[in-house]
């Protein structure tokens, strides 16, 4: 029984993490490019302004180091409910 009830205590650990990751994404992509862009463009990187920068090229940082980040907390979840792989 304690198995099934760490399988759900981990699945839902997964989830949650899961949630978090398509959250960032959806604000980043959607938000940062299109909703606050005309608010971003009031701030300049590089000669460009802000909103014009994620929708080209600042949300694939983002993505890259979402990626990250999901493996990392991935892997303390798998730790902490002991189904790493060594």
């Not at 949630?19 to 463009?41: H, P």
């Amino acid at each position: 029984m304690s198995d099934q009830h760490d399988s759900h205590a981990y699945w839902r650990a997964t989830l949650g993490l899961l949630t978090k990751v398509l959250i960032i994404w959806a604000v980043v992509s959607y938000g940062a490019g299109i909703l606050f862009a005309d608010w971003l463009n009031t701030i300049h990187l590089g000669g460009y302004p802000l909103g014009f920068w994620f929708a080209q090229q600042g949300s694939i940082y983002v993505f890259i180091a979402l990626i990250f980040w999901y493996r990392k907390k991935m892997g303390e979840i798998d730790r902490r409910f002991n189904v790493h792989e060594e």
